[in-house]
Structures are given as C-alpha cells and as structure tokens.
C-alpha cells in the first residue's frame, strides 16, 4: 500500500492510473454493499414473516391446548355419568 509521501512523489501519469484503479475499487465495493444491503432486506422480511408465523402457531396451539383441556373434562364428565348410571343399573337387577 502507498503511504501519502509516495502518492505525492508519484508521477502525473502514475496518479492517473492509481486514481483510476482507486475509483475502480470505490466503485466494486459500493456495488457490493448494494447487494448485500438488498440480501439483508430479504433476510428482514422473512424474519418477520417467521415472527409472525411463530405468534400465528403460538396462538393455534394455545387453542388448542384448551380444547383439548375441555374435550379430556367433558370425557371425564360422561365416565363418571356412565359409572354412575351402571350402579344404578346393578340395583334394578
């Protein structure tokens, strides 16, 4: 790499070239912090579309916890109704 004392003992062509390949670089580099700044928009939105599946599902299976809570009570509820009327049933007999 060049130190600014060598740069200003450069020749007038020299500078040229070396501005030149300087403002090639620039120009290399700034097209690829466009691409990585597009890849990083693709990489938020499907974070958040991911965050927002997370809550979706999060909810879905809370629903569903419940439902299973009430369907396992409401079983609960009739076996003890089944037994209850199977002792009845073995009175009358």
Excluded: C, G
């Excluded at 200003?8 to 670089?25: G, V, W």
């Amino acid at each position: 790499m060049y130190t600014s004392d060598d740069l200003k003992n450069l020749s007038d062509d020299e500078k040229k070239k070396k501005r030149s390949s300087l403002q090639m670089e620039i120009i290399m580099l700034e097209s690829e912090i466009r691409k990585l700044a597009a890849e990083k928009d693709v990489l938020d939105a499907d974070l958040r579309k991911i965050r927002m599946d997370e809550e979706r599902l999060r909810i879905t299976a809370d629903e569903k916890k419940k439902k299973f809570e009430r369907v396992s009570q409401n079983m609960a509820e009739k076996e003890m109704e089944i037994k209850s009327m199977k002792k009845k049933l073995n009175l009358l007999t």
